[in-house]
């Protein structure tokens, strides 16, 4: 389930593959993000969210499908993208003799739209020293110094790989409150990938669960957590119905307590197991994104 | 406004919750301004958007209104409408005690003095409506 | 552009303080030995050689400094894409709007730039010294055209397989050291198969099938790798 709007989405994956040798790092990924919502990739290390992020950002070819962000292909017209696109890296390879001064210099001669304003006020608040290295900087002050150079130049589209991977709290929240600013003044469209479901909880909108380089569940976040809810079960038999519930995304058996996750809850779900042989008192419990995420991927890892 | 980000509780209803219970508590007073969809989204550390969808909640609800160009207002019913709300959270929370009490087999005595253990307690503290 | 330039001119300040150092030591050493051979000729009594002519040892420092060159260009063509990848600031590079051809413009360039003013600053030497036998002829009467010419020929050949053999590797792969000793290593690999080659089809025109054979096969060469080289760089999608 995709938030479809009329206008063109901010970025589009259509069937996007790519194998290295015999492994699959992304399968078959189709999703469309509206312009102007900010989307949470989350997903276990190894899901395939940095190369999903690398082929849309036309660093790495496509081995079937493609990827398209504010209709710009990266394969076709990489430049072009780069100019409209910001992105923040995980880790950060910059030039480590360069000065602060030195590389905003160097970046703002490559953008056509760096607005210089933004950049000062930006460098100011994060109280980043201009003469300093970049080798002297401290992890926190790197991804800041990433999150300038990224955002001076006006992008329409904002792409964060992991970027607070690593952050002390204080650092962590700093650069929050600058992602959170740009979208309050500018309103543009904003992918991040990361571990921290707090961050995805705070910032998105809309979420994908990646898993194996599948897309497990693409929604609104409000949506998804109304929907999936846990039912916990009394089995009297000590043994699961013959029939399980619609939308089944994972359970777990212990003793005679039944462990059921499921999706597009609604009471007659409960009802209908409740109503089963077998069956005694049904619990609904409401989940939290965190549970959330970990039961989709149980499930996965119980399927395979 | 602290917003807890691991609670099932959606983000928006945090947000609308909090802004309920300052304007019962009258630190909206009605006919004020509420802060800025900006301001209130960089204070909670949250999406705009998130904000939005809470305001739009307490617009519906009649706690908020907007006029064009100059913000949003609390409505004169505000406080009240407000306070009314804060009074069927609480009847909400007791009728759960209550439940979970006969659940677990409680005569009504005895959840009458967890009851009153608990309100003397919050006396102690100070809270003050 | 400018500051692409300018970066890759820092990125390689290193090598262009080698090759200064390169470009300038055999004038210094003739400058000691000019000063150690003043100072015996004043004690006839230690029993000193004669002293060298001025003209051809300032002109041999000349043409020792251009083959020390050849190591600065090869320094210079093998860091210029490993070098990147090594440090990982291609991946950096990689998500800005700045072209291969333009980064790649601006290596050719700090190259070319380099080995201009190395060279230049030596052939001027060169000239200045064929200027001062023009006007005393006696000062080295046994020095013809050829004895500069030819080895600044082989020079410029060598030269040429050296920077574009290192440029390829350099291109296609992501350690400085391996492209630069791949430089290094193939203008004697060429002699040495050309050599082999000669010898075994015509043992009496030997030495003149080895020379035009070194020419012809330093500029095919050249070009083939100067090109892979370029075009590989400019079509590869991963940094």
Known sequence: ??????????????????????????????????????????????????????????????????????????????????????????????????????????????????????????????????????????????????????????????????????????????????VLRTICERGQTVLFSTHSLDDVQRLADTVGILHGGRLLVHRNIEELLATTKRLRATLTNGRVPDRLPDNLIWQRVEGREWLVTVGEFTEETAQRLRAEEGVGHVEVIDLGLEDLFKDFIRGQRAVS | MNIDPRSHVPIYLQIAAGIREAVAAGIYRPGETLPSLRAMALDAQVNPNTVQKAYDALAREGLIYARRGKGLFVADQGTASAQTRAHETVRRAFDQGVRTGRAAGMQADEVRDIFEASLGNSAETGKHA | ?????????????????????????????????????????????????????????????????????????????????????????????????????????????????????????????????????????????????????????????????????????????????????????????????????????????FGFIVVIGYAVAALLLAVACFSTGTWYYLRRVEP
């Open chain 1, 1 to 178: 389930m995709t938030t479809t709007t009329d206008t063109k989405p901010a970025i589009e994956l259509l069937g996007l593959t790519k194998r290295f040798g015999r492994t699959t790092a992304v399968d078959d990924l189709s999703l469309r993000v509206a312009p102007g919502s900010t989307f949470g990739l989350i997903g276990p290390n190894g899901a395939g969210k940095t190369t999903t992020i690398k082929m849309l950002m036309g660093v790495l070819t496509p081995t079937l499908g493609l990827a398209r962000a504010l209709g710009i292909d990266a394969e076709v017209e990489p430049l072009t993208l780069k100019q409209r696109v910001g992105y923040v890296p995980e880790a950060h390879h910059m030039d480590r003799w360069m000065r602060v001064r030195e590389v905003v210099a160097f970046c703002r001669s490559l953008y056509v739209s760096w607005n210089e304003d933004t950049c000062r006020e930006m460098l100011d608040r994060f109280e980043l020293d201009e003469s300093k290295k970049v080798k002297q900087l401290s992890k926190g002050m790197l991804v800041k110094l990433s999150l300038v150079l990224a955002v001076s130049h006006e992008p329409e589209l904002l792409v964060l790989d992991e970027p607070m991977a690593g952050l002390d709290p204080l650092a962590r929240e700093e650069f929050l409150d600058g």
């Open chain 3, 1 to 205: 552009m400018k500051w692409v330039l300018w970066r890759e001119y820092r990125l390689n300040r290193l090598i262009r303080i080698v090759g200064a150092v390169l470009m300038l030591l055999p004038y210094v050493f003739v400058l000691i030995g000019l000063v150690a051979a003043h100072w015996m000729s004043e004690r006839p009594a230690i029993g000193a050689p004669s002293p060298p002519n001025p003209v051809l040892f300032v002109g041999g420092a000349a043409l020792y400094s251009m083959a020390l060159s050849l190591l600065t260009l090869t320094l210079l063509a093998g860091n210029a894409f490993a070098g990147e990848r090594a440090d990982r600031s291609a991946e950096y590079l990689a998500y800005l709007p700045l072209s291969r051809l333009r980064r790649l413009a601006a290596k050719l360039l700090l190259t070319l730039g380099t080995m201009v003013s190395i060279w230049g600053f030596n052939i001027l030497v060169l000239l200045v010294l064929y200027f001062i036998l023009l006007a005393t002829p006696s000062a080295a009467p046994s020095v013809k055209p050829d004895d500069v010419l030819i080895p600044l020929g082989l020079f410029a050949l060598s030269g040429l397989i050296m920077f574009s053999v290192a440029w390829l590797v350099s291109s296609l792969q992501s350690s400085p050291t391996f492209a630069v000793a791949a430089g290094l290593i193939a203008p004697w690999l060429l002699a040495l198969a050309l050599q082999g080659a000669a010898f075994l089809f015509d043992p009496e025109e």
